[in-house]
């Protein structure tokens, strides 16, 4: 199960296969997803703050940062730092699926180091 932060909390079922695939960079690869993923607690405070829990503007276009354009969707995942590691990986940051799949990915590699600029926010 992705946990998704809209208005409200909406749990989303995604029936996915993950066939992980370790490259030379030590990423993994996401071909198929098959499993529920549950995110932990502070990944949707996270993106409460970072995004108010959208992926998208009104318009239909991905929800980019007001500070950093190249900070975009819901986790606002930096694409000048992150684009091509989650590209590496399959993963696609325009999507909510692919910017929450990239985050948890962070998350379990860095904690919530990646989003110290709005701890004062999520850190509550």
């Known amino acids: ?3 998704f932060l809209c208005s409200e909390i909406i749990i989303l079922s995604l029936i ?8 030379a960079f030590n990423l993994v690869s996401i071909k198929h997803i098959d499993r529920q993923i549950e995110l932990p607690e502070i990944l949707l405070r996270i993106a409460k703050c970072e995004s108010g829990g ?3 503007n009104a318009d239909g276009s991905v929800l980019r940062g007001k500070i950093n354009p190249q900070d975009i969707g819901k986790f606002q ?3 000048t730092y992150h684009g091509e590691t989650a590209k590496k990986m399959g993963l696609d940051l325009f999507t909510e699926q692919g910017n929450t799949l990239y985050a948890l990915y962070l998350y379990r590699k860095n904690r919530t180091r990646d989003w110290n600029w709005s701890k004062s926010c999520w850190n509550k």
């Open 54 to 56: 959208k992926q998208f």
């Open 16 to 23: 996915v296969r993950a066939e992980k695939e370790v490259n």
């Open 1 to 3: 199960m992705l946990i």
């Open 77 to 79: 995942i930096n694409l």
